[in-house]
């Protein structure tokens, strides 16, 4: 049959295209290439008694990591705070260590512990639904760049690509224009102006949606620790929700009614976005 998704070899790992014919085992939800089961169907051949073990068992394709939350991001921190500390001591000499103890993390260092939190505590909470249907990928390098997409959610109606921030204050859609002039939507976040991070998920969302071209593709932005009103608030803009993580968590298991094969589209991905 034609694959109506992209899938992974069960035999060999590769991956093959949405619309490529291959053979879909029903029994074990899996897909297999055609030169694959060409193999599998011939008749088997004795084993030879002068090849090592090693070569007489089958190989089978890596397991699936679904990565660390906040990992790349942990290590960049880590990096930046190793380096600022060797620039002090080299500059203090002997008084190396008590510099490095007096002295404060520089912003743009601490800049990454905050946002690798974030991700740890947003991941956390998306790991608790794989009971509900739901399967996650975290800290995936997008093929080509040095960005990464912080988690990507499989549910049986579509795929979410999330990005996570930690950021005080309340998140605000600013809404100008309109009858005489052309409709503008500012996301802001306290005083600050976050409309940028709109389009990183957007942007997001069209480097994921060639690899799965039957799947509806949806964007959030979800703010671990701001200040959230106790009722409502959450909104979208330009197609992308703007939410926290409880709010994300019900969206997420509300979407049951569709017919995807989760742990396959996940398979996929996977093998497409590694582990940062």
């Not at 088997?44 to 939350?69: C, H, N, W």
């Not at 671990?224 to 968590?249: K, N, Q, Y």
Request: net charge positive.
């Amino acid at each position: 049959m034609r694959l109506r998704y992209a899938g992974i070899c069960r035999l060999c790992g590769t991956l093959i295209p949405a619309g490529t014919r291959a053979v879909y085992e029903s029994e074990t939800k899996t897909v297999c290439c055609l030169e694959c089961f060409a193999q599998s169907e011939k008749p088997a051949r004795p084993p030879d008694p002068e090849l090592p073990p090693e070569r007489l068992t089958p190989s089978e394709p890596p397991p699936i990591q679904s990565g660390v939350a906040g990992a790349s991001a942990r290590r960049e921190y880590e990096r930046r705070k190793a380096k600022d500390e060797q620039r002090l001591r080299e500059k203090w000499g002997r008084l190396g260590g008590l510099a490095v103890a007096l002295s404060d993390e520089r912003q743009s260092t601490k800049a990454w512990e905050t946002g690798a939190v974030g991700e740890e505590r947003l991941g956390s909470r998306l790991d608790s639904l794989a009971g509900q249907g739901v399967a996650v990928l975290h800290d995936r390098r997008i093929p080509g760049s040095k960005a990464n997409i912080d988690h990507i959610a499989i549910t049986p109606s579509g795929i979410w690509v999330i990005d996570a921030k930690r950021y005080k204050g309340r998140p605000e859609l600013k809404v100008e224009g309109g009858f005489l002039r052309p409709r503008t939507e500012t996301l802001v976040v306290g005083r600050r102006d976050c409309t940028k991070l709109v389009d990183g998920v957007l942007n997001q969302i069209e480097v994921l949606r060639p690899h799965v071209p039957d799947v509806a593709v949806t964007g959030a932005l979800c703010f671990v620790e701001a200040d959230w009103p106790l009722i409502g608030g959450f909104f979208a803009t330009r197609g992308v929700h703007v939410v926290s993580p409880r709010r994300l968590g019900k969206l997420l298991t509300q979407e049951t009614g569709g017919a995807i094969d989760v742990a396959n589209v996940r398979d996929v991905l996977a093998s497409v976005f590694r582990a940062a």
